[in-house]
């Protein structure tokens, strides 16, 4: 099968951006290289190794590829790209090069050649990702394995903004939680929370790809009956006026700023408990970027019950400020405040 690959020669701080530009531009998928050079400060605390730069990507830069069905109108694609990218400067951002083109490529030239680059790696105390097409055997008896294949979906788990996730989950959960992880991707966050101790998992995502390759994680790690994964975003979960699932068959109540949330479940379906918890949850999760946090963070305070936590990342260092600000105007408490690299992350909690 043909498909048309779109490269973007960027930087490091544009890369989520142009990333969901390439999405909204119709993308099948999307991949990110960034810098591999020894200059770059890693976290190395469990025991990670970098011994060679993995490319010659220079330091700060990154090289985004999307990839498009070979029935598209490239034009028309590059046509809408190309001022959405210039445009990033107007929002403080800095998209480098900004250097765009495209070519046609076998489907077999990209859809797995990245997987050479994928390997196991520790990322928390407990919780080591192991992609399935590679051999690991545990170095403790308290370490659990995510399995992942991502697919054409967002999250390997090696990206510091997954990491600082997983390991706010891991100091947050002590057992028994139940978790909504709002914009999935791969389903990584889900599955961690999962082996750190919680009850349960609703896991969301809006891109159709993201919600096959998260149901097919958590099939991998043999989560199907903890983890529930949807089609959805968490405004329409939390309903406005009563927000239909027609894939589901199910109406929630209306959910509006003041108004409590306390034992919500589906009108419909009520005892088959679709959605897998049951609201208000103790814990959300978000990895999506800031200028898309700051716009639900009134929902996620509603889906939480008091003493609740949200932990959040995708935030680039100049965007810490914004979403900050965004939580505490929602009526979250900030509890810790994480970096790695140029990557920010946010435990808040509900008063």
Known sequence: MLWHEVTIHTTEEAQEMISNFLYEAGAGGVSIEESGTLNKKRDTRYGELYDQPLNDIPEGEAVIKGYYADSTDMDAVIEELTPRVAELHEYGIDPGKALISWKTVDEDEWAHAWKQYFKPLRVSKRLTIKPTWEEYTPESPDEAII?????????????????????????????????IDVGTGSGILAVGAMLLGAKSVLALDLDPVAVVSARENVALNKLESSITVKESDLLSLLGGEGVADTAAGEMWPSARPGHSLEGAVPAKQEQEGSLGVTLPVQIVVANILAEIIVLFTDDVYRALQPGGLYITSGIYKDKEGLVANALKASGFEIIEISREEDWVAFTAGKR
């Open 147 to 179: 399995e992942i294949d991502p697919g054409m979906a967002f999250g390997t788990g090696t990206h510091p903004t997954t990491a600082l996730c997983l390991r706010a989950l891991e100091k947050n959960i002590s057992g028994g939680e139940e978790v």
